[in-house]
């Protein structure tokens, strides 16, 4: 019966696979669940249409589109060992695909909307001042706009990592990759102002030195930096979510906006795939019906 069958695959993983307890429980779970919807049947009995049946009850029951993917890899996995036993020629769960996710839109700002942020130099000596935080946003405002850079690739800079002359800065990024990104002009400006004040507060500037740091020794953790752009973003009215990222993605659609190809912004953001970069193609069909109502004879 499935249920004896269910009962020595999940031993089988604690004691040849060597899975997790976290895996154990959750597989566990999940087969528990297929057998209530199934009943104890034969294992003769485990069909294709099956699990679809029940994936589906899944999907009506507002299932996360994780759970429903973790749930297709755990009867995939089972019809293999199915399959390895002998007591079934073909895996059941072999022809199922996983739930797509729902495409993903991401927050950023118009180009109207980015200005904003970048006028309140004029603000420093009155409402914000010329102190260290106010310059440490306004230098990250720089970075991550200006350079699409990611808030953990700037709290982990050091000053010889910006190669100021060149307009460069070489990126440590996600799994260890390194990448070289283009400074704008503003940005080496800001990054210049912010190191002179550093140096006037006596923190350390030498080339092994953090940038964003109190003592050059210990950068400023991501959730300190990340506030520093919460508050900039909300102090110009911005009301959507307030956080770097959001600069980072507006980096990337305004390349795609001005021309700039997939594959340049893929590299310029440090993304391994081009289809991670699909997300900010959102732009192109505002881009396309744009040139269609200018070019097209019968747009009007």
Known sequence: MLSNEIEKYIKSLSTQKKCSPHTLRAYKRILESFLEFSGDISVQKLETDLIRDWLWNMKEGKKAIATQSQAVACLKSFGKYLVRSLALKHNPAAAIKNPKKPQRLVSFLSQKEIKEPFNIEDLFKTEFRENEGSLRARTLLELLYGAGLRISECANLTWESLNLSEELVRVLGKGNKERIVPLT??????????????????????????????NGEIPFNTRKLYSDIHNLLRSIGWEGKASPHVLRHTFATH???????????????GHSSPNTTQIYTHVSAEMLKDSLKQAHPRSG
């Open 255 to 269: 390349l795609l906006e001005n021309g700039a190809n997939i594959v340049t912004v893929q590299r310029l953001l």
């Open 185 to 214: 002009k503003e940005a080496i400006k800001w990054l210049n102002k912010y190191k002179n004040f550093q140096m006037q507060s006596a923190v350390p500037c030498s080339p092994k030195s953090f940038v964003f740091s109190k």
